[in-house]
């Protein structure tokens, strides 16, 4: 167990607050409920994703992601990330400068320009640990108070959660627990599936670099899930819910398909579980529809 | 400039480490990687091919080759690795490279131009804003993109400067857009 921490610095990336702001309600209204409260984090940017600047220039990236790390240290604050590339960006680039004094040298320098210094005393948690480590699943389990007894959840963990699994931490990427764990704590079966561990297609600049052939790996994900008759996907990550659930209707116009196949963050879906309106979710306004059995 | 094999074990050791670059020689062209690459299965990318092309110094075919962005950084070739390449680095490393050389997509350059006017990849717009509103949340959070937030956006620009990046991709700060493009990426 991690030890009790009642605020977070909340760091939202892009994707998020810009695209599916239903992931921060869900996630502020869930945090609260613990008494966990999220602050925002004052003049945050990008943060900036780990596999597109990373792919461009390490060197840019990196002072980027130190920037928003400062902020954080100045906040006095840990930080919570709902996305998986920010928490790539963030928590490789925290473990980088904590690893290597020559490159925190260097990245001071520049942050030096307008008075800002990473110092490295901030630590990055992904809201899936929080719930997980900090929380605990006991404490979820009582305020369960509409369990999902009859939902088969196919469960995608994206990859910067998991790997590199040396600088993440969170034991093996080939048997993770987590996720299944939060899905199972609200009656719901977390049903395995042929490549469930895959990529959803998007990172790495691959969805820029060619949208058509990275929603080919998504669509290829989704068959393997509802062939194994998962009524939905619970994800932890902001930028595969962009590819998962607004790559759907890319994909039936470029493919003429016409998967529907219900697409929700981890917090949304506990927060259904917890009795909160799909509305209150941000559930409704999403390119997938929820199944009956998730709202009614 | 060295051989590709010193310039990539030279650029990406300055910010992972030289022996972690290093890990490229220790490559013993097994194909563990290829076989688990989720792109490999519907891409032209085998990455065991890009890594002995990389040690044989084909920088140009490397560069050139439009299957170097068809990596998604998934890392599972990374942790499968029975020698211990850091194979995503190495690969995000070779990207680096190309980049500075002018192997850059539009789309891709774009990306920086986003950034570079809001500090955001992906801005937000009116439509979105309402849906925050919808949810229960403040139009706009307080990051770089909000209006009394503009000394934090110029931070950022700082950075951009300060490397290069802003050059790099051809940023034309009186357009604040890509040199020679108009707003949606094509040319003048």
Sequence with gaps: ?296 | MGTLYEDIVAYGGEVFGEEHMATLRECVQCGKCTGGCPSGRNTALRTRKLFQMALLDMREEIFNAPELWYCSTCYTCYERCPKGVKTTDIIRTIRNLAAKEGHMSVPHRMIGVYVLKTGHAVPIGPDQMKLREKVGLAPQPPTTQHPDNKDQLEQVRTIFKTTGYDAMIDFDWDTMNLRGMDKKGGKK
């Excluded at chain 1, 480590?133 to 998991?162: Q, S, T, W």
């Excluded at chain 1, 080919?216 to 393997?224: A, C, F, S, T």
Aim: aromatic share 8%; proline share 4%; with cysteine.
């Design chain 1, 1 to 296: 167990m991690t030890e009790d921490v009642k605020e977070y610095a909340y760091f939202l990336g892009c994707i998020t607050p810009n695209r599916y702001p239903g992931i921060e309600a869900s996630t502020k209204k869930i945090l609260k409920e613990f008494g966990i409260e999220t602050k925002e984090m004052v003049g945050a940017s990008c943060c900036p994703a780990p596999g597109v600047f990373g792919s461009f220039d390490l060197h840019t990236w990196l002072p980027i992601a130190a920037r928003n790390l400062a902020i954080a240290e100045e906040m006095e604050l840990e930080i919570c990330v709902t996305c998986n590339g920010c928490y790539g960006s963030l928590q490789e680039a925290n473990h980088l400068l904590k690893e290597h004094p020559h490159v925190r040298e260097k990245v001071n320098e520049i942050l030096g320009k307008f008075g800002r210094e990473f110092k490295g005393t901030t630590k990055v948690n992904h809201v899936i640990v929080i719930l997980h480590d900090v929380i605990g699943l006991d404490r979820i389990k009582e305020k369960i108070k509409k369990p999902l007894n009859d939902v088969n959840v196919a469960v995608h963990y994206g990859c910067h959660f998991l790997k590199p699994s040396e600088v993440r931490g969170h034991g093996s990427s080939e048997t993770p627990y987590i996720l299944e764990d939060l899905v199972r704590v609200t009656g719901a079966k977390d049903v395995d599936y042929k490549d469930k561990l895959m990529c959803c297609g998007a990172g790495g600049g691959n969805r820029t670099a060619d949208t058509v052939q990275s929603l080919e790996w998504m669509r290829q994900k989704l068959v393997n899930a509802i062939m194994a008759g998962c009524d939905c996907m619970v994800h932890p990550c902001a930028f595969c819910h962009l590819q998962l659930d607004r790559g759907q209707a890319e994909m039936n116009k470029a493919f003429g398909t016409s998967f529907n196949f219900p697409i929700l963050f981890a917090t949304q879906f506990l927060g259904v579980a917890m009795g909160y309106s799909q509305e209150e979710l941000g559930l409704d306004a999403q390119i997938t529809t929820m199944p009956e059995k998730l709202i009614k």
